[in-house]
């Protein structure tokens, strides 16, 4: 497991989301215009990992996407691998605020 040194939190264990996403959560910026969408990603050795993405980011991986789906999945472990490469790393305590906050806004 990696870890960063987070200005806020202090050493932190990392999760991976979307390069939108973590531009904002490393700034304490609001998602409230994003549509954020649960990406389940079936990765080599049987290994499957859930990350916060906005929905933007699926153009960037040649993915359509309707804006109202609330998660997409992939199967396929080769376009999932790619998918993941393009994946930021972030605090998760950061990214575990701003999603919740997301989610809870009236």
Same mark, same amino acid.
């Given at each position: 497991?990696?870890?960063?040194?987070?200005?806020?939190?202090?050493?932190?264990? $990392?999760? &991976?989301?979307?390069?939108?996403? =973590?531009?904002? !959560?490393?700034?304490? %910026?609001?998602?409230? *215009?994003?549509?954020?969408?649960?990406?389940?990603?079936?990765?080599?050795?049987?290994?499957?990992?859930?990350?916060?993405?906005?929905?933007?980011?699926?153009?960037?991986?040649? $993915?359509? &996407?309707?804006?109202?789906?609330? =998660?997409?999945? !992939?199967?396929?472990? %080769?376009?999932?691998? *790619?998918?993941?490469?393009?994946?930021?790393?972030?605090?998760?305590?950061?990214?575990?605020?701003?999603?919740?906050?997301?989610?809870?806004?009236?």
């Amino acid at each position: 497991m990696s870890e960063i040194i987070c200005t806020y939190h202090g050493m932190q264990s $990392i999760s &991976f989301t979307s390069p939108n996403i =973590s531009e904002r !959560v490393s700034k304490k %910026e609001t998602l409230n *215009d994003l549509i954020v969408v649960k990406l389940v990603l079936h990765l080599p050795f049987e290994k499957r990992g859930i990350f916060w993405v906005d929905s933007d980011f699926f153009a960037t991986v040649d $993915i359509q &996407f309707e804006n109202t789906l609330k =998660s997409y999945e !992939v199967k396929n472990e %080769e376009i999932a691998f *790619d998918i993941y490469t393009k994946l930021y790393a972030v605090c998760s305590k950061c990214l575990k605020e701003a999603i919740s906050e997301h989610f809870l806004r009236p």
